[in-house]
């Protein structure tokens, strides 16, 4: 982490010294005083609900070595902290961030997409500390905070940095790029997300694509060759290129695809001019084309393939990522994390082909920031639902319930297609409905709060 003096984040932020001397020192950061550590530098982030010049006198009682804060009134009149005042604390924060990034020599991974950033994320920092000392993203701390917080984690030992990095509109990407500085830059995919704010797929894909313009001539660019926007964005780039695809020519290539009872695939990576054997136990084919982006990235890296097969078999994926649980002899697919329509086809796929001795629920919740396609999106959703192998659809919500309405229209029974009001009231369905050996698939937005269901259900009594 960050270990440094008061005159250095001067220096970084160009603010003014309050009190305190110049050569105190600080190690570490936080914007939260409740789990701010001594001899922390704390920052008094403002937002709409909060603001942390609230929480001065905290920490001052825990220690902290210093204090950045644009709103000196109320101060405490003795201070034992050095005080920096600045005019925007977040825009501090993440000056340091670019100031300290400047310092360090680790290999800094970029990693974007409309879907399995995260996972790309988890599975690039198993692959590349099976070699290198490594700093990932802590959870999905992806964006204009969290990314500035993971950067001030680097010390000089680190050797690699794997950063996520999200967005919602245009210009945060480059923003966040500009904190990092990738050597590596990897976009998962590009799909309808974030509509409300970006209106069409192109300014979705100019958006994603920030990341590949930030990159050096000496940076690496890992493309999607099945994505088509992907590919394109790549085409004008004087970076070095490394294409991943399964069914396009490309420089990584999955080959030889077979899917695993438990619902993992094993496959050939074909890369380059040589070949090795994947077993990936993920649930769900997409995650064969993270494993892709992941190998690519750690060959950009120096990583040998054996140590690559071994990254993947160690990693851990984060919850609510088609997490499977054992529930009453009954699979409960837990993929509520996120969704948009390219996601959530992909989930109903999987769902579909997954081999189960019962019936198969596909349990969904809204998508969200879709904008003028939020109709459309959840009805073609229910057309596909109608001509998959889904024995029951339940939906939550209102927009999720056009989903149950289009299958019934498209021929789904009515009491097969259920659009009901309430996380309680899907939960008391599902425990009177379901039976040992059906699979269940729960998915939505993040606002659509599925994994509740799942609560609901399990922790229910009579179970």
Partial sequence: MIESTAQECLKALHGDLLSGQGNRTFHGVSIDSRTLREGQLFFCIQGPHFD??????????????????????????????????????LSALQDLARY??????????????????????????????????????????????????????LDASHEVAVLEMGMSAAGEIKQLADIAKPDIGVITNISEGHLVQLKTLKNVQAAKGELFEALTNDGTAIVNADDPL????????????????????????????????NGGHDFTVSLFDQ??????????????????????????????????????????????????????????????????PQSMKEALTT??????????????????ELGDLSQSAHKDLGH?????????????????????EEARSEGMATDCALALGSHEEASAYLKETTRPGDCLLFKGSRGAGMEKVIQKLVNSEGN
């Fill in 384 to 404: 596909e639902v109608a001509r998959q192998s889904i024995d029951v659809l339940v939906t939550v919500g209102e927009l999720a319930a056009l989903a149950a």
């Fill in 230 to 261: 992907v590919l394109e964005l790549s085409r004008s780039l004087r970076t070095r290129k490394i294409s991943f695809a399964i069914n396009h020519p490309a420089d990584v290539k999955a080959e030889n695809i077979k899917a695993r009872s």
């Fill in 100 to 153: 300290h990034r400047s310092r360090m020599p680790a290999r800094v991974v970029g990693v974007t997409g409309t879907n399995g950033k995260s996972t790309t994320k988890e599975m690039i920092a198993s692959i590349a500390e099976t070699t290198y000392k490594t700093l990932k993203t802590r959870g999905n701390l992806n964006n204009h905070i969290g990314l500035p917080l993971n950067v001030l984690e």
């Fill in 275 to 340: 070949s090795f054997p994947v077993a990936l136990p993920f649930l769900g084919f997409c995650n064969i084309y993270n494993a892709l982006a992941a190998v690519a990235t750690g060959y950009s890296l120096g990583i040998p393939t054996t140590a690559m097969t071994q990254g993947l078999l160690n990693c851990k994926l984060l919850s609510q990522r088609y997490e499977i649980l054992q529930h009453n002899s009954m699979t409960l697919i837990n993929d509520a994390y996120n969704a948009n």
């Fill in 351 to 368: 769902l579909s082909q997954y081999k189960s001795s019962g019936r198969r629920f596909l349990v969904i919740g809204d998508m969200l």
């Fill in 52 to 89: 942390g010049h609230r929480f001065i006198s905290q920490a001052i009682e825990k220690n902290a070595a210093g204090i950045i804060l644009s709103n000196k009134e109320n101060l405490p009149a003795s201070l034992k902290p050095f005080v920096i005042r600045v005019d925007d604390t």
